[in-house]
């Protein structure tokens, strides 16, 4: 006898909104053209990646992406300019990928 088919979804809770494995939706600020802008002139004129395994270990790799040190979520949860330099690093895409591995990792997203 077949079964009806069980609901995938508990009705009480709300839908999950996808964004991948991110936890917030960044595409639109990434894909903006005030962030391209800003991420193009950083690069330009911090063209090797400043992460701290490079700087420890006196690697040098050229900059691909612009990465936010603290975060971008940290930064617009506490009403800090995500365009601001000082919150930037320049960053080699490979070390930038190992970055917010450990940072999703940090924040049990993964
Ligand atoms: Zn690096």
Same mark, same amino acid.
């Given at each position: 006898?077949? *079964?009806?088919?069980?609901?995938?979804?508990?009705?009480?809770?709300?839908?999950? #909104?996808?964004?991948?494995?991110? @936890?917030? /939706? =960044?595409?639109?600020?990434?894909?903006?053209?005030?962030?391209?802008?800003?991420s193009?002139a950083y690069r330009?004129e911090?063209?090797?990646?400043?992460?701290?395994?490079? *700087?420890?270990?006196?690697?040098?790799?050229?900059?691909?992406?612009v990465?936010? #040190?603290?975060?971008?979520?940290? @930064?617009? /949860? =506490?009403?800090?300019?995500?365009?601001?330099?000082?919150?930037l690093?320049?960053?080699?895409?490979?070390?930038?990928?190992?970055?917010?591995?450990?940072?999703?990792?940090?924040?049990?997203?993964?």
């Open positions: 006898m077949p *079964k009806a088919p069980t609901p995938k979804r508990k009705p009480w809770q709300e839908e999950r #909104v996808s964004h991948g494995r991110r @936890l917030h /939706d =960044n595409s639109k600020f990434y894909n903006g053209r005030p962030w391209r802008k800003v193009k330009s911090n063209p090797l990646c400043e992460c701290k395994e490079c *700087k420890e270990l006196e690697r040098v790799l050229p900059a691909q992406v990465d936010h #040190v603290k975060g971008l979520q940290y @930064l617009l /949860d =506490n009403n800090l300019d995500p365009y601001d330099w000082k919150e690093q320049s960053m080699n895409k490979k070390c930038h990928d190992k970055k917010s591995g450990r940072d999703a990792h940090k924040n049990k997203i993964l």
